[in-house]
């Protein structure tokens, strides 16, 4: 069994931060809110992407896939009364020349073998799709 340890630190009014290991990220806990911080809402997106991150680079060496890059979008919508995430949905763009066939079995690893992707599957809606293409540029991304 896999156990896993994150610390969260409020460090004053305006500021907080989670750690794990030797990495920290600037959290959003501020009332007021903050635009150089994840919110809650929005680091659950980037773990559920960051765990489909990981399935792709766990699963395509053992599937002999071949790819050049990776870009993962994600949408959250959040319902007021309970407050909570109603549904994701997701676009994973692959810069490849494998098959669609190939493609789709890649899709099929990522949503049977994610932790966090099958934890929040039990709790909310997933909907998603995987697409061969380009990547966006990182001008196209800071927009």
Known sequence: MYTYQVRLDHLHAHESVAS???ARIAVDADPQG???AFNPAELLLA???????????RVAPMLKFALRGVHIALHGERQDVPPRMQRITYL???????SGQRLDLLHRNLQQFGTVYNTLAAATTIEGRIERGPLPKRAELDR
């Open 34 to 36: 903050r635009d150089d």
């Open 47 to 57: 773990a559920l992407g960051t765990c489909m991150l990981k399935n792709i680079e």
């Open 92 to 98: 994973v763009v692959v810069d490849t020349d494998e």
């Open 20 to 22: 794990c290991k030797h």
